[in-house]
């Protein structure tokens, strides 16, 4: 059985598997921060300065990840790149 190739040649397929597990685990953290935002919400409790914190961590983490995606699929990206700021 044959692996799948990707039509664009100008993303290597293991900065497309870092990318897509950086996504599913990116996916993961939305949630997770979800349900704790959730149970304050039910037992009626105060956001405090960590949960911001989380907020604000999970805000630059999706940015970055947004940036990954925009440059080629991945952190590592070519400099030359005249896409990428």
Known sequence: MTAYTFPS???SQPALKETVLCSVLQLLDFVAI???LWSR???RT???AND???LVAL???ASLLGVAIFCEGSVNVNPNNA???
Do not use: K, T
Request: glycine share 4%; aromatic share 14%.
């Open 9 to 11: 040649s100008r993303v």
């Open 34 to 36: 979800g349900l704790r």
């Open 41 to 43: 919400r039910m037992n």
């Open 46 to 48: 105060r956001l405090r």
């Open 52 to 54: 911001y914190a989380i």
């Open 59 to 61: 805000f630059f983490s």
């Open 83 to 85: 896409d990428c700021p």
